[in-house]
């Protein structure tokens, strides 16, 4: 069910995506437990689809309770956490709350580097991440989102 949720969101059918990821979390959470790594996945993707669907508000929401959960469950350096919180202040910048973003890129980024060193992919993702708010805060404009 988690991967037709996936799919469901690549093909950009958000309304079904979310309806199968609630589901799943639905069902994850009553057989696995809240703190079940499957858990966190499910909150993780559940927010994501809240997030392309521009429902900024309540996937901040998850995305919070992804990351507590993650800090919690798997360590504040576990490379899931990371992708949480990177996930957490991508969702803050499309809000316009740039500060808290901003802290939340540059703590990925410090966590990304010491965990998974300077060159991972998921660390130039942070790094990238971090350049385009920074950017967009000169120009005064709302971030971009990523590539």
């Given at each position: 069910m988690n991967n037709l949720g996936l799919v469901l969101d690549s093909q950009g059918k958000f309304?079904?995506?979310e309806k199968m990821h609630q589901q799943v979390l639905e069902l994850t959470e009553k057989v696995l437990g809240p703190e079940h790594p499957s858990t966190l996945s499910s909150v993780n993707n559940l927010a994501g689809v809240l997030s392309s669907q521009g429902k900024?508000?309540?996937?901040?929401?998850m995305y919070r309770r992804a990351?507590?959960?993650c800090e919690k469950v798997l360590?504040?350096?576990?490379?899931?956490?990371?992708t949480s919180m990177n996930n957490l202040a991508l969702v803050l910048d499309s809000q316009g709350e740039f500060e808290e973003a901003e802290e939340m890129h540059r703590r990925?980024?410090?966590?990304?580097?010491?965990?998974?060193g300077p060159e991972h992919p998921n660390?130039?993702?942070?790094?990238?991440?971090l350049a385009l708010l920074l950017d967009?805060?000169?120009?005064?404009?709302?971030p971009r989102p990523p590539p």
């Open positions: 309304e079904e995506a900024h508000k309540a996937a901040e929401e990351l507590e959960l360590g504040p350096e576990h490379p899931n956490t990371l990925a980024l410090e966590l990304s580097e010491k965990v998974l660390t130039v993702t942070s790094r990238g991440n967009s805060q000169k120009a005064g404009q709302p």
